[in-house]
């Protein structure tokens, strides 16, 4: 969570925009936005492609990962975080995925 705060709040800053002004441009109210950057709320998918919209990134770029680990590593690490879920959080790592790959 702290690495999606830190990134949402530089990438605003990178643009130049006050939290209100990111916050209207994606739809949503300040305080929220700002207790994301804060770490005090976590923001649903829904929440999150809104950030992206109003900061004017893709949606990839706000959930990237950071590492250096190669293509394989991942993969590797995905399948175990996907063998402990259950059908429900399955089901709403598909739609982020999803979200995330069909972007355009």
Known sequence: MRLFATRIRR???AAKLSVD???EKAGISGSFWGEV????KVPSLQI????????SVPV????Q???EE???GLRKRLAVILSKADV????????LAKTVIDEP
């Open 88 to 95: 429900r959080k399955l089901r709403l790592i598909y739609r």
């Open 70 to 72: 190669d293509e394989e």
């Open 11 to 13: 990438l605003r800053k």
């Open 21 to 23: 002004k990111a916050a």
């Open 60 to 63: 990839s770029v706000l959930l």
């Open 65 to 67: 990962v950071d590492s």
């Open 37 to 40: 950057e804060l770490q005090k």
């Open 48 to 55: 999150v492609v809104a950030m992206a919209k109003g900061l």
